[in-house]
């Protein structure tokens, strides 16, 4: 037994040894001799919106399926057209669903009657420029779409934004860790890691549209942006003497 001991501490010197340099440098640098702290620290970010994404389609009911799919792809046809004319741009238009759906009636103690056919075709649609959502949105109606879900606010390049955050969580972290050394009557003597959460964490907005539409010729949609907040979360590791 005592030879297998010494044998396998053997093995593990000779392999710390075959580390380059380098590696041996790193596992030095993690030794620590004083206190280690953990914490998190979360940096926000305020921009404004500047990019709206909506669902809008069509949904039509036929007795056969041949023309309630025939009627939602000419209705369709001048959805497209209406946001070609809008200048929205192929790459911003996507389609999301298509289905095809029988109609039954139920009858108490009778079998379900087939009463006809109800197709739907949405599109999701990336609005660039929101202040004219609204205005598209109303035309998109106008020429057959019945059926239009959103809006979803977000930054279109958000990096520098992220960027931001990332520094003021830097600086939330290393004033949180002077903090609890300050408490415990110690002072931070280095900061050891430092990791990022996978993604970033955007906070929605309050919802902004509003698709009710009252009976007075002039009723528009409309959709304020607002504000949105982009958070970035570090864990920080920091030695405390």
């Given at each position: 037994?005592?030879?297998?001991?010494?044998?396998?501490?053997?093995?593990?010197?000779?392999?710390?040894?075959?580390?380059?340099?380098?590696?041996?440098?790193?596992?030095?640098?993690?030794?620590?001799?004083?206190?280690?702290?953990?914490?998190?620290?979360?940096?926000?970010?305020?921009?404004?919106?500047?990019?709206?994404?909506?669902?809008?389609?069509?949904?039509?009911?036929?007795?056969?399926?041949?023309?309630?799919?025939?009627?939602?792809a000419a209705r369709?046809?001048?959805v497209r057209a209406a946001l070609?004319?809008?200048?929205?741009?192929?790459?911003?238009?996507?389609?999301?669903?298509?289905?095809?759906?029988?109609?039954?009636?139920?009858?108490?103690?009778?079998?379900?009657?087939?009463?006809?056919?109800?197709?739907?075709?949405?599109?999701?649609?990336?609005?660039?420029?929101?202040?004219?959502?609204?205005?598209?949105?109303?035309?998109?109606?106008?020429?057959?779409?019945?059926?239009?879900?959103?809006?979803?606010?977000?930054?279109?390049?958000?990096?520098?934004?992220?960027?931001?955050?990332?520094?003021?969580?830097?600086?939330?972290?290393?004033?949180?860790?002077?903090?609890?050394?300050?408490?415990?009557?110690?002072?931070?003597?280095?900061?050891?890691?430092?990791?990022?959460?996978?993604?970033?964490?955007?906070?929605?907005?309050?919802?902004?549209?509003?698709?009710?539409?009252?009976?007075?010729?002039?009723?528009?949609?409309?959709?304020?942006?607002?504000?949105?907040?982009?958070?970035?979360?570090?864990?920080?590791?920091?030695?405390?003497?």
């Open positions: 037994m005592t030879k297998s001991i010494f044998v396998a501490l053997a093995l593990a010197g000779a392999a710390l040894s075959a580390y380059p340099a380098t590696a041996q440098d790193a596992l030095a640098v993690r030794a620590i001799s004083g206190t280690r702290l953990d914490l998190s620290a979360t940096g926000t970010a305020t921009r404004v919106p500047d990019l709206a994404i909506i669902s809008a389609g069509v949904e039509t009911r036929s007795a056969t399926a041949t023309g309630a799919i025939a009627d939602n369709m046809e001048r070609k004319r809008a200048g929205i741009a192929d790459k911003d238009i996507q389609t999301s669903s298509i289905n095809l759906n029988p109609d039954y009636a139920y009858v108490n103690n009778q079998p379900p009657r087939l009463t006809g056919y109800r197709a739907s075709n949405n599109v999701s649609v990336k609005f660039r420029d929101i202040r004219n959502t609204g205005r598209i949105l109303d035309a998109l109606v106008a020429e057959g779409a019945n059926q239009i879900n959103g809006p979803s606010l977000t930054i279109d390049k958000p990096e520098a934004a992220l960027d931001e955050a990332r520094i003021k969580a830097i600086a939330t972290g290393r004033a949180r860790a002077d903090l609890y050394a300050r408490a415990l009557g110690m002072r931070v003597v280095r900061l050891l890691s430092v990791s990022e959460g996978g993604g970033y964490s955007p906070r929605p907005p309050m919802p902004m549209v509003m698709m009710a539409r009252s009976e007075a010729a002039d009723a528009k949609t409309s959709i304020d942006p607002g504000t949105q907040d982009l958070e970035v979360t570090l864990a920080m590791s920091f030695e405390l003497q």
